[in-house]
């Protein structure tokens, strides 16, 4: 039989590489995107000494006007096709909106949404005329209701799960999965690089849930044709779903003062 292949953006660090690990366990080959050129490198060899299996490293900032346009085009260069796309790679930054530097909103923005619709254009495209496929969007349980003091960050990761709810239901009957991933707090560097105070990361220190687990519970749920699924036990899910009941203002209220730091 022969191998699938998995791109997975953001693999070198976190629940991307998390993903690599699992899916090389699993005999897939992989092609692992990111910025960190020696990460990449290293996760392959480890990977294709572990798993016996191949490993392309793409190293590509997806901030880049192209960016997808480039990934895209190498893998068709070195003929390969991908049979399961992890949009993964995301960052958020913590603080009041004006408090925080633009053009960095604007590069969470191209990354966490312009690269993503980009990526799963090109290669939902390809998969739709092979008529099988699978694409995980990492969404978040950020995505379920606004943030304050991650305003930009929670409407990136809205936007992920109605884009990718959307296209599980377009995609229905076919042979195409697509599955929205939100996770809760998760063991990665996404506190360190959002810029969160020490507080908080004390605060979640017991609470997070190891990213080999968020990806096993995606996978399960890819499985099972879900839209989307939310890893990690009650009270994430209590999280998504408190925005159901309560008075808007009020959980705005309540989030706000929890986040205010
Ligand atoms: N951790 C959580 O609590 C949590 C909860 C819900 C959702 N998420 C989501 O999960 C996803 C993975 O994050 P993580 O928690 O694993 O955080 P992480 O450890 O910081 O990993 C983020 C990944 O994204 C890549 N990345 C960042 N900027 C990039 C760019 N400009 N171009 C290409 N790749 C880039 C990073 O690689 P390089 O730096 O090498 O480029 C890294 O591999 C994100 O979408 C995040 O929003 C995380």
Do not use: H
Request: hydrophobic share 45%.
């Amino acid at each position: 039989m022969t191998m699938k292949t998995a791109l997975i953006t953001g693999a070198s660090s976190g629940i991307g590489t998390a993903f690599a690990q699992e899916l090389a366990m699993r005999q897939m080959n992989l092609i692992l995107v990111a910025r960190s050129q020696d990460k990449l490198y290293q996760l392959a060899q480890t990977l294709k000494d572990q798993a016996s299996i191949d490993v392309e490293v793409i190293v590509q900032d997806l901030t880049e006007p192209q960016a997808a346009k480039k990934v895209y085009d190498t893998v068709t260069e070195k003929g390969l096709t991908v049979d399961f796309l992890i949009n993964n790679a995301g960052f958020g930054d913590y603080g009041a909106f004006t408090q925080r530097e633009l053009s960095r909103q604007i590069e969470m923005i191209q990354l966490n949404i312009v690269a993503l619709v980009e990526l799963t254009y090109l290669f939902l495209s390809s998969m739709q005329q092979r008529g099988t496929g699978s694409i995980i969007n990492v969404s978040s349980i950020a995505g379920f209701q606004p943030l304050p003091y991650l305003s930009i960050y929670a409407a990136t990761k809205a936007f992920v799960l109605s884009f990718s709810e959307a296209l599980w239901a377009e995609n229905q009957g076919t042979n195409i999965n697509i599955l929205a991933l939100c996770p809760g707090p998760t063991e990665s560097n996404f506190f360190k690089v959002a810029d969160f105070p020490d507080s908080f990361a004390n605060q979640n220190n017991g609470n997070l849930t190891p990213a080999e687990e968020v990806v096993k519970e995606a996978l399960e749920a890819l499985e099972k044709d879900k839209s989307n699924t939310v890893p990690g036990g009650f009270s994430n899910q209590f999280i998504v779903n408190s925005s159901r009941f309560l008075p808007r203002e009020w959980l705005l209220n309540a989030i706000e003062k929890q986040f205010r730091g």
